[in-house]
């Protein structure tokens, strides 16, 4: 009897055994395989305690550090009356980490984040993977600040933060900023505008019921004319310091925002020509570790305390909810007559245009370079 016949069956044994576990089930299925829920709040709060901690992981430009972090943690326990401990990682960004986190859920693997914090368009792509939880929100809160225009996607992402693109300026060498984009194409600007090399807040111009590719492309390879810069969003300091007149557009009115409040020859405005509003979401992975936990900080987040906690340190928070910071900025112009075009899930699954003209918008940013 050959050696394979001898011992093979020992060895087809063992193989199996290490594969399946001690529980009899294969280990990729066991770690994909979704975590129980509790099914009210009363069992969700048990439930993580039960669990005992939390993991988080987001992109610290926009949600903040890990002082942020420990603030919000401090927070989360005392609204819940727990003792949960957490572990935070500043992420990368957040199609990057989207990414990551449906690599990991493919490959049956634990979740690294309980949460994912993220923008409609890094979504978009990870939605029909049906990779988060459908929670039943509004069951949950108990503030009932959560409403169904917060909830999307049938509960699988919920309305956290709002964003508001803005041309940010410094008010020494732009003391009289025009209120449009279009009127940034001036030869007095030439050398003296930068913008974003992702093109950030172009992306909508494309869509065919905004400005339309045509039109959007023709005034960015106009902007390009006049020899902007490139820069990040957020890098606004290069904006303080005077080494450009303005940044066209940053991503969202943060890092501009805290620069002037400590004094900084900063201001920034919504153009009126290209206003428009997007939304940050939380959505929970179905291999997140801590579900439960996960449930509770999203709540937490979304209630008064976390929502303060959030513009206080980022200087962002949801204009859909009461006592809006975010929204107190946007009103004045809404009374103004500025039509504001709500970029959110809806809208991104109705204009796949608007991606394509931001990849050539991009090219044409590169070629500039």
Not at 89 to 96: F, I, V
Request: a neutral charge; hydrophobic letters at 45%.
């Amino acid at each position: 009897m050959s050696w394979l016949r001898r011992y093979g069956r020992f060895v087809v044994a063992a193989v199996l055994a290490a594969l399946l576990g001690a529980s009899g089930m294969p280990l990729a299925v066991r770690a994909q395989s979704t975590p129980a829920l509790g099914k009210n709040l009363n069992e969700i709060i048990a439930d993580a305690t039960r669990e005992g901690t939390i993991d988080l992981t987001w992109s610290a430009a926009v949600l903040g550090d890990a002082d942020v972090a420990h603030r919000h943690m401090e927070q989360f326990n005392k609204l819940w009356g727990l003792h949960l401990t957490y572990r935070f990682a500043a992420g990368p960004q957040m199609a990057q980490q989207g990414n990551q986190l449906y690599t990991e859920f493919s490959a049956g693997q634990a979740s690294s984040s309980d949460i994912l914090f993220s923008s409609a368009q890094s979504l978009a792509p990870l939605l029909p993977r049906d990779m988060f939880y459908a929670v039943p929100w509004m069951q949950l809160s108990r503030d009932h600040r959560i409403t169904p225009a917060l909830i999307e996607a049938g509960g699988r992402i919920i309305r956290t933060g709002t964003s508001v693109p803005v041309v940010v300026y410094n008010t020494n060498l732009m003391p009289h900023p025009p209120v449009t984009l279009q009127a940034l194409i001036n030869p007095q600007w030439t050398g003296k505008l930068a913008t974003p090399p992702n093109a950030s807040g172009f992306d909508v111009l494309s869509a065919t019921d905004f400005w339309g590719q045509a039109k959007a492309l023709d005034f960015v390879q106009k902007l390009v004319a006049q020899q902007v810069g490139l820069m990040r969003c957020g890098d606004d300091d290069r904006i303080a310091s005077g080494e450009y007149a303005a940044l066209v557009e940053d991503c969202s009115s943060q890092t501009a925002r805290m620069l002037k409040e400590k004094g900084a020859p900063v201001n920034f405005y919504i153009p009126r020509d290209a206003a428009q509003i997007r939304y940050y979401y939380l959505a929970i992975p179905k291999n997140s570790p801590h579900p439960n936990a996960a449930v509770l900080f999203v709540l937490y987040m979304l209630s008064q305390p976390g929502q303060t906690l959030f513009y206080n340190a980022m200087r962002m928070d949801n204009d859909m909810l009461p006592g809006s910071k975010t929204g107190a900025f946007i009103e004045p112009y809404r009374r103004a007559g500025v039509k504001f075009t709500v970029i959110d899930m809806n809208w991104w699954t109705a204009h796949p245009e608007a991606l394509d003209g931001q990849k050539k918008e991009v090219a044409i940013l590169s070629a500039s370079r």
